[in-house]
């Protein structure tokens, strides 16, 4: 019988779904699970035992391969060392040969001798150059990966204006089309930084804060619309003169 359990992916730092007939399995422990990269690490948050048993898509949720062995752990350690060195030289690469990119992150396959370099730029670049370096340097088959602002937010993670993780690193599993009529619809302050999230485009939590009523706000002011000033004044703290 599956229960279903939490797990933090420790590259990407994405919390999943995922279920096992592990019995012992716990929070904190490591495990293995599939990827398109071969395999990643992860390490459990939750466990929700057998209650999710009675729903009918448990079918869809992954399962883990394994608990992470003493080696996993070893391995996996290696290859983050690993992929900070490519990080590094591709890194020196660029600036050597002053190609007009952003380099974002490395991945290794572990099914494969092969690695991804992911990257931002403002227009359509000539990489071969690069490509051949990394080549020579790691015998290994080499993707370099262009991807947007917004999908460079999600793999980078970081804070919103709000002061919680971004959305689209947390739980966010597609980006979907941002307009400011979203945010027109809402009443909310146009001003772009009112309205931009950490990677410079519209806030995701525009399109679906939308379908539960939105964010009133006052014009003109961040305060919010809605609560009680005399309850408020109630509840309020006396002070001593």
Do not use: W
């Not at 992954?62 to 070893?74: G, Y």
């Not at 050597?96 to 359509?124: M, N, Q, W």
């Not at 071969?128 to 917004?150: H, P, S, T, Y």
């Amino acid at each position: 019988m599956f229960k279903v359990i939490t797990v933090k992916i420790e590259d990407r730092k994405d919390v999943l779904h995922f279920k096992t007939k592990e019995t012992e399995i716990k929070p904190n422990d490591h495990v293995i699970i599939k990827s398109l990269i071969g395999e990643e690490l992860g390490i459990v948050l939750k466990s929700f035992g057998n209650i999710f048993n009675q729903i009918k898509n448990i079918s869809c949720i992954p399962e883990i391969l394994r608990i992470a062995t003493d080696s996993d752990l070893e391995n996996f350690q290696k290859k983050t060392v690993e992929e900070q060195k490519a990080y590094d030289f591709c890194l020196k690469r660029i600036k050597d040969r002053e190609i007009p990119i952003k380099l974002i992150k490395v991945s290794f396959f572990t099914s494969e001798r092969k690695a991804i370099f992911y990257f931002s730029s403002e227009g359509r670049i000539d990489f071969r150059d690069l490509v051949k370096d990394l080549a020579k340097k790691f015998r290994m088959r080499i993707e370099m990966r262009q991807i947007g602002i917004r999908d460079e937010a999600k793999m980078i993670g970081g804070l919103g204006i709000c002061g919680r993780q971004l959305c689209c690193k947390v739980f966010l599993n597609s980006i979907e089309p941002i307009t400011l009529q979203m945010a027109r619809r809402q009443n909310l302050n146009m001003n772009p930084v009112k309205i931009s999230g950490q990677c410079g485009r519209l806030m995701c939590c525009l399109s679906y804060e939308e379908d539960m009523g939105g964010r009133i706000y006052i014009e003109d002011q961040d305060e919010l619309v809605g609560y009680n000033e005399e309850e408020e004044e109630e509840n309020a703290v006396p002070t001593i003169e």
